[in-house]
């Protein structure tokens, strides 16, 4: 399984950005995808998960009730709409696979390589 990550750039707060991973390979559909958070010099931070078939979500409080994930499985791709952006939600973003939507990030198995989401006060 491959994941790629794309769609960051710079937002001004109050602003909304669309974030996709695409994933490759052929346990993709059955796959759970979570996506996380790494702003600079702090840790790598769970924001939003869901399982395969797009029917469990999960969301940190953080971004509760501002960003939404889903997922096309007919093109294998994951998606992260966050909107009401925060100058705090400045971070790289990575999309994970794994078994379940977890907030362990251990848990995952794979990983994309991350998109850098900038937003401005």
């Known amino acids: 399984v491959q994941l790629q990550a794309s769609g960051g750039g710079l937002k001004q707060a109050g602003g909304s950005l669309t974030l996709s991973c695409a994933c490759i390979?052929?346990?993709?559909?059955?796959?759970?995808m979570g996506w996380f958070r790494q702003a600079p010099g702090k840790e790598r931070d769970f924001v939003a998960a869901i399982n395969w078939s797009g029917v469990t979500t999960d969301y940190a409080d953080s971004v509760k009730g501002r960003f939404t994930t889903s997922r096309d499985n007919a093109r294998n791709t994951g998606y992260l709409h966050m909107s009401s952006l925060k100058p705090e939600d400045t971070a790289v973003y990575f999309c994970?696979?794994?078994?379940?939507?977890?907030?362990?990030?251990?848990?995952?198995?794979?990983w994309g390589q991350g998109t850098l989401v900038t937003v401005s006060s």
């Open positions: 390979g052929r346990a993709c559909d059955s796959a759970s």
């Open positions: 994970g696979a794994s078994g379940n939507p977890t907030r362990n990030q251990f848990e995952y198995d794979y």
